[in-house]
């Protein structure tokens, strides 16, 4: 839209610059030519009046036309009646030239301007000469060849001085222009930059209540729904938090009591019906525990702060190993960050997203597998990148789209017993600390979680959170 602005305001004012300009030139231009056919004109009626005079005249005639072929550049020719030449003025090139029979029988003026579009190189003016004394019959004809190279630069500058004044007010109409469409369009700019924050998820997203009336009016509207929809977010946000940690302690005090009832159960039927409630109650437990995590997430009750990298994946594996090892599923940490690498994550983030991604990897792994984790640096030196790669069957291209929906559930065995928000959670707190999360084609098989973290350049801040 701002190119748009700038371009029409230009073509409004080269129309105009035209419409002024153009007429102008056209009429200097026409002004030219008749001041110099008039002039040359003049000159050739007077010589010729002297050539129809009497011997002192024609004397001073050639005195004259000596002179006027030294101050300007113009050359005169002259024949008598009976078409021989009159010395020293020359003749035409062609004897039977049609100016000079007009000129001698008719007794016509001819202008020639060439056959050029304005004119040619020479302007060639023929005049009768008559005798001053008796009838005034036609005594001879006079031309004078009038060359226009002068005339041609004086055009050149009149049509040059104002090409060159339209370019520079078009040039300064085009700065013009500009600063006035960032003007008028910065209410519309200010109202995208808002749509564009509210579509990435920021609800405190408002515009400036600036411009004209009608974008001011579209500012409040955009404004009083943002705040609407804000509130509603927030109490439904509250809303999930609360339900979820009311929820986790039934849920607890359930699975204990189960495990009670299955302690105490002798009838192997029972117990197995009992071992499956306490599966329920386990993933109802993990739902619950996923919900409350994305609630505080999206509250953003934490800021990031330095996290020593390797330590803090080192300590997660320390925890998952036992759980891999019961499967014959090795873990192996790999890469060139040391123990020097601070990232920059909010308190207990990545120790939940770690947490999320080796539980997946962990239950898509066949036994005997590997699970590999890659701590590596951007060569840009700005992010850090932890990998996890497993050795499971892996997703699909659009399995791998829709990996991060919330509750949405593949067709593995994470999707039979997953709840569907690990990686929604993992994505949740990987973008809030400023990170990045994708997921591709593990090498061979399986499937690759890359990770990309903010580098801190102050490490050494207290770790918090577990």
């Given at each position: 839209?701002?190119?748009?602005?700038?371009?029409?305001?230009?073509?409004?004012?080269?129309?105009?610059?035209?419409?002024?300009?153009?007429?102008?030139?056209?009429?200097?231009?026409?002004?030219?030519?008749?001041?110099?056919e008039e002039s040359v004109r003049r000159e050739a009626t007077t010589m010729a009046l002297l050539l129809?005079?009497?011997?002192?005249?024609?004397?001073?005639?050639?005195?004259?036309?000596?002179?006027?072929?030294?101050?300007?550049?113009?050359?005169?020719?002259?024949?008598?009646?009976?078409?021989?030449?009159?010395?020293?003025?020359?003749?035409?090139?062609?004897?039977?030239?049609?100016?000079?029979?007009?000129?001698?029988?008719?007794?016509?003026?001819?202008?020639?301007?060439?056959?050029?579009?304005?004119?040619?190189?020479?302007?060639?003016?023929?005049?009768?000469?008559?005798?001053?004394?008796?009838?005034?019959?036609?005594?001879?004809?006079?031309?004078?060849?009038?060359?226009?190279?002068?005339?041609?630069?004086?055009?050149?500058?009149?049509?040059?001085?104002?090409?060159?004044?339209?370019?520079?007010?078009?040039?300064?109409?085009?700065?013009?222009?500009?600063?006035?469409?960032?003007?008028?369009?910065?209410?519309?700019?200010?109202?995208?930059?808002?749509?564009?924050?509210?579509?990435?998820?920021?609800?405190?997203?408002?515009?400036?209540?600036?411009?004209?009336?009608?974008?001011?009016?579209?500012?409040?509207?955009?404004?009083?729904?943002?705040?609407?929809?804000?509130?509603?977010?927030?109490?439904?946000?509250?809303?999930?938090?609360?339900?979820?940690?009311?929820?986790?302690?039934?849920?607890?005090?359930?699975?204990?009591?189960?495990?009670?009832?299955?302690?105490?159960?002798?009838?192997?039927?029972?117990?197995?019906?009992?071992?499956?409630?306490?599966?329920?109650?386990?993933?109802?437990?993990?739902?619950?525990?996923?919900?409350?995590?994305?609630?505080?997430?999206?509250?953003?009750?934490?800021?990031?702060?330095?996290?020593?990298?390797?330590?803090?994946?080192?300590?997660?594996l320390s925890v998952w190993r036992p759980a891999a090892d019961e499967r014959r599923v090795r873990i192996?940490?790999?890469?060139?960050?040391?123990?020097?690498?601070?990232?920059?994550?909010?308190?207990?983030?990545?120790?939940?997203?770690?947490?999320?991604?080796?539980?997946?990897?962990?239950?898509?792994?066949?036994?005997?597998?590997?699970?590999?984790?890659?701590?590596?640096?951007?060569?840009?030196?700005?992010?850090?990148?932890?990998?996890?790669?497993?050795?499971?069957?892996?997703?699909?291209?659009?399995?791998?789209?829709?990996?991060?929906?919330?509750?949405?559930?593949?067709?593995?065995?994470?999707?039979?017993?997953?709840?569907?928000?690990?990686?929604?959670?993992?994505?949740?707190?990987?973008?809030?600390?400023?990170?990045?999360?994708?997921?591709?084609?593990?090498?061979?098989?399986?499937?690759?979680?890359?990770?990309?973290?903010?580098?801190?350049?102050?490490?050494?801040?207290?770790?918090?959170?577990?």
């Amino acid at each position: 839209m701002l190119r748009r602005l700038i371009v029409s305001y230009v073509l409004l004012v080269g129309v105009a610059l035209a419409a002024f300009t153009v007429p102008v030139a056209f009429t200097l231009t026409t002004q030219l030519r008749n001041d110099t056919e008039e002039s040359v004109r003049r000159e050739a009626t007077t010589m010729a009046l002297l050539l129809g005079g009497d011997a002192p005249a024609r004397q001073a005639l050639d005195r004259v036309a000596e002179a006027y072929a030294d101050e300007t550049p113009g050359v005169v020719e002259a024949v008598w009646a009976d078409g021989t030449a009159v010395p020293p003025l020359g003749r035409p090139a062609r004897p039977d030239d049609s100016a000079f029979l007009l000129a001698l029988r008719d007794g016509r003026t001819t202008v020639d301007w060439g056959d050029q579009p304005v004119w040619g190189p020479e302007l060639a003016i023929t005049v009768p000469a008559r005798a001053q004394t008796g009838d005034r019959a036609i005594v001879g004809a006079l031309r004078i060849r009038y060359a226009t190279d002068d005339l041609s630069d004086r055009l050149w500058k009149v049509w040059g001085f104002r090409a060159v004044l339209a370019v520079g007010v078009l040039a300064i109409a085009a700065g013009l222009g500009a600063i006035a469409a960032r003007l008028l369009t910065k209410p519309l700019r200010q109202l995208n930059d808002m749509a564009s924050r509210f579509s990435d998820g920021d609800l405190t997203a408002r515009s400036p209540i600036t411009g004209p009336r009608e974008t001011r009016t579209l500012a409040r509207t955009l404004n009083q729904g943002a705040e609407r929809l804000d509130t509603l977010v927030a109490a439904q946000r509250i809303f999930v938090a609360d339900a979820s940690h009311q929820l986790r302690t039934p849920l607890t005090a359930l699975r204990l009591s189960l495990d009670n009832i299955a302690d105490g159960v002798d009838d192997e039927f029972v117990r197995e019906d009992v071992e499956q409630a306490t599966a329920e109650v386990v993933r109802m437990s993990r739902l619950v525990s996923g919900l409350l995590v994305l609630a505080r997430a999206e509250a953003k009750v934490s800021t990031p702060e330095p996290v020593p990298l390797r330590e803090l994946v080192a300590e997660r594996l320390s925890v998952w190993r036992p759980a891999a090892d019961e499967r014959r599923v090795r873990i192996v940490l790999t890469g060139d960050v040391d123990d020097r690498l601070h990232v920059l994550a909010g308190p207990g983030n990545l120790d939940q997203v770690l947490d999320n991604v080796l539980s997946n990897a962990l239950e898509v792994s066949p036994d005997g597998g590997t699970i590999t984790i890659r701590l590596t640096a951007a060569p840009d030196g700005d992010e850090a990148v932890l990998e996890v790669l497993d050795q499971g069957p892996g997703m699909s291209a659009a399995e791998q789209f829709r990996a991060f929906d919330r509750f949405w559930r593949g067709q593995g065995l994470t999707g039979r017993s997953g709840t569907g928000l690990g990686l929604a959670v993992v994505r949740r707190l990987v973008t809030d600390d400023g990170g990045t999360v994708g997921l591709g084609d593990a090498p061979g098989s399986g499937l690759r979680v890359r990770i990309g973290l903010r580098i801190s350049r102050r490490p050494g801040a207290p770790r918090s959170g577990g």
